[in-house]
């Protein structure tokens, strides 16, 4: 148990689907991170928040769009997916987003069909 | 260029044996932390040790242990009497402080522990 939790641990969805990917922290944190790993890829980084604020959008295309309401929980809202988004998506946390140590949930397997 | 370049996609060893996770790094920011994480089947990153930047001793963690060279920029990670429990990919990561607190993951280094 490291203290952040990830729902559902796996996911199924169509391409036309709409779902949400859920996070939760128990450590205090303040800063929150959703990573893409996909096969044979090192960890993308998509998002970074701090405080209930949105510091890093690495890039990622608007079909995932984050939400957090508060410094405990994140989510990761999921639309029109395509087949190459596939892949574990992990939640991290840390004290602040200077905090060099993050914990880790244990990721959401997502596949697109 | 790469960031972290990990050059072993695959490595075994032999339960009780010591075996060194090869990491090195690119960076022209001053000030910055080396990371291992070990990430299990189960697929939780599991943070093992840290190494800042400006540390002049070579961080120690138990059983792990950071082979830190600054001037070839490297960052192996030494595991001692290996268990069967450390089979698991092990991610070496790079974070620039200077740079917007960018995080930097290698692909990973899978590695078995036979019996």
């Known amino acids: 148990e490291t203290g952040v939790t990830q729902t559902p641990r796996h996911l199924v969805m169509g391409m036309t689907n709409k779902k949400s990917l859920k996070c939760e922290q128990h450590?205090?944190?303040?800063?929150m991170y959703w990573y893409k790993q996909s096969a044979k890829k090192p960890l993308e980084l998509m998002f970074v928040?701090?405080?209930?604020?949105?510091?890093e959008n690495n890039s990622v295309p608007s079909r995932f769009s984050p939400e957090c309401p508060n410094s405990s929980h994140l989510f990761l809202h999921l639309h029109t997916l395509q087949p190459e988004d596939s892949a574990l998506y992990l939640c991290?946390?840390?004290?602040?987003?200077?905090?060099?140590?993050?914990?880790f949930g244990q990721g959401t397997r997502l596949t697109v069909v | 260029a790469q960031k972290i370049t990990q050059t072993q996609p695959g490595m075994f060893v032999q339960e009780k044996e010591a075996v060194t996770l090869d990491c090195t790094y690119d960076?022209?920011?001053?000030?910055?932390?080396l990371f291992w994480y070990k990430q299990p089947s189960s697929g939780e990153m599991i943070f093992l040790i840290y190494?800042?930047?400006?540390?002049?001793q070579n961080a120690t963690e138990g059983r792990y242990s950071l082979n830190f060279q600054k001037a070839r920029k490297s960052a192996n990670l030494v595991i001692s009497a290996s268990q069967l429990g450390d089979s698991a990919m092990y991610f070496c990561?790079?974070?620039?402080?200077?740079?917007?607190?960018?995080?930097?993951f290698g692909s990973g280094t899978k590695l078995n522990v036979k019996p």
């Open positions: 450590l205090g944190h303040n800063a």
């Open positions: 960076t022209s920011d001053p000030s910055y932390g």
């Open positions: 190494q800042g930047s400006y540390d002049q």
């Open positions: 991290a946390s840390s004290q602040d987003d200077r905090e060099e140590r993050a914990f």
């Open positions: 990561a790079m974070r620039e402080v200077y740079n917007f607190n960018k995080f930097y």
């Open positions: 928040y701090n405080f209930k604020e949105q510091t």
